[in-house]
Nanobody
Framework: QVQLIESGGGLVQAGGSLRLSCAASGRSFRDYGAAWFRQAPGKEREVVAAINRSGTSTSYTESVKDRFTVSRDNVKNTVYLQMNILKPEDTALYYC?????????????????WGRGIRVTVSS
C-alpha cells in the first residue's frame, strides 16, 4: 500500500504559478504510476496530468498543455505538478493518485490510491 499527501496549494492571482507536491509513503513509489486529478465545484473529476513509473512518459489534458508540467523524484518518493499561467478555471480541489498499471493512465478507474486533495484557488 501507499499513502499520498498533497501540499503546495493555495490562493494565487491569474497568471501566477504554484507547485503542488505529492509525498508518498509505504511501498517504494517507483513501483507506481501517478497522476493529478482535479474537481471543480459542480463539475466531475478530471485528469490533469499523468506520469509513468520512471518519469519518462507523461500525458496532459488539453486545457493545461504548455502550462502545467508533471514530474517525479523517485528518490524523494514525490510527484510534482508545476502550474504556470494559472487561470480562474483552474480553481479546483487537486488530488494525487497512484496506480499499479505499467502504462501512463488517464483513467481514474486505474488508480488504487488517492490523497485527500488540496485546494487551488485562482482569482481573476
Amino acid at each position: 500500500q501507499v499513502q499520498l499527501i498533497e501540499s503546495g496549494g493555495g490562493l494565487v492571482q491569474a497568471g501566477g504559478s504554484l507547485r503542488l507536491s505529492c509525498a508518498a509513503s509505504g511501498r517504494s513509489f517507483r513501483d507506481y504510476g501517478a497522476a493529478w486529478f482535479r474537481q471543480a465545484p459542480g463539475k466531475e473529476r478530471e485528469v490533469v496530468a499523468a506520469i509513468n513509473r520512471s518519469g519518462t512518459s507523461t500525458s496532459y489534458t488539453e486545457s493545461v498543455k504548455d502550462r502545467f508540467t508533471v514530474s517525479r523524484d523517485n528518490v524523494k518518493n514525490t510527484v510534482y505538478l508545476q502550474m504556470n499561467i494559472l487561470k480562474p478555471e483552474d480553481t479546483a480541489l487537486y488530488y494525487c493518485a497512484a496506480t499499479t498499471v505499467t502504462y501512463v493512465s488517464i483513467s481514474s478507474a486505474d488508480y488504487n490510491y488517492w490523497g485527500r486533495g488540496i485546494r487551488v484557488t485562482v482569482s481573476s
